[in-house]
T-cell receptor
Framework: DAGVIQSPRHEVTEMGQEVTLRCKPISGHNSLFWYRQTMMRGLELLIY????????DSGMPEDRFSAKMPNASFSTLKIQPSEPRDSAVYFCASSSLGGGTGELFFGEGSRLTVL | DAKTTQPTSMDCAEGRAANLPCNHS???????VYWYRQIHSQGPQYIIHGLKNNETNEMASLIITEDRKSSTLILPHATLRDTAVYYCIVRVSKAAGNKLTFGGGTRVLVKP
């Protein structure tokens, strides 16, 4: 299996621009998580989905952030408009609901720099 | 989910066992202890988890005290590749639908 695939791996943009980060979970997984990591705040859970339905978005910082999961194999995290304080590494993770270890499998992350 | 307390950093010698402590004094009876690690610039990686019994896998051993208020992750023979940030997390259920909340972790440096 290819694992969780995130794109782009690196994104540099200017303040005010729209940013879209993409995630393809592991095939067969039905739970998907978006995390953000910064030096100051560590790893923060932004939102997670079960069976394509958002369950908890309390970690989404503000209305500029939105996440969608139109189907079981794709999710996006959008920031519009972007600001310098959004600079961070964004991780996507997936897992299988029910049974197993409850392990989350993380992607390699998307490093976002907003100038 | 219960809060965990870990040392900020620790060093260990290559080839020796690394013992990483974690306190979770407010853990509830239905909460599991999970350990993940994050090697520089990579996504976190699952290591091991347990409820109340000691657990061992190919990566590490997990020792949970009888009162479950603390645990120790043991890397039996640390290598340079084990240098990473190690996170101890407690969560209500091993069901994947429950979120995983990361704290600050322990930054482990394995030295030659």
């Amino acid at each position: 299996d290819a694992g969780v695939i995130q794109s782009p791996r690196h994104e540099v943009t200017e303040m005010g621009q729209e940013v879209t980060l993409r995630c393809k979970p592991i095939s067969g997984h039905n739970s998907l998580f978006w995390y953000r990591q910064t030096m100051m705040r560590g790893l923060e859970l932004l939102i997670y989905f079960n069976n394509n339905v958002p369950i908890d978005d309390s970690g989404m910082p503000e209305d500029r952030f939105s996440a969608k999961m139109p189907n079981a194999s794709f999710s996006t995290l959008k920031i519009q408009p972007s600001e310098p304080r959004d600079s961070a590494v964004y991780f996507c993770a997936s897992s299988s609901l029910g049974g197993g270890t409850g392990e989350l499998f993380f992607g390699e992350g998307s490093r976002l720099t907003v100038l | 989910d219960a809060k965990t307390t870990q040392p900020t950093s620790m060093d260990c010698a290559e080839g020796r066992a690394a013992n990483l402590p974690c306190n979770h004094s407010t853990i509830s009876g239905n909460e599991y202890v999970y350990w993940y690690r994050q090697i520089h610039s990579q996504g976190p990686q699952y290591i091991i988890h347990g409820l109340k019994n000691n657990e061992t896998n190919e990566m590490a051993s997990l020792i949970i005290t009888e009162d479950r208020k603390s645990s120790t992750l043991i890397l039996p023979h640390a290598t340079l590749r084990d240098t990473a940030v190690y996170y101890c997390i407690v969560r209500v259920s091993k069901a994947a639908g429950n979120k995983l909340t990361f704290g600050g972790g322990t930054r482990v440096l394995v030295k030659p």
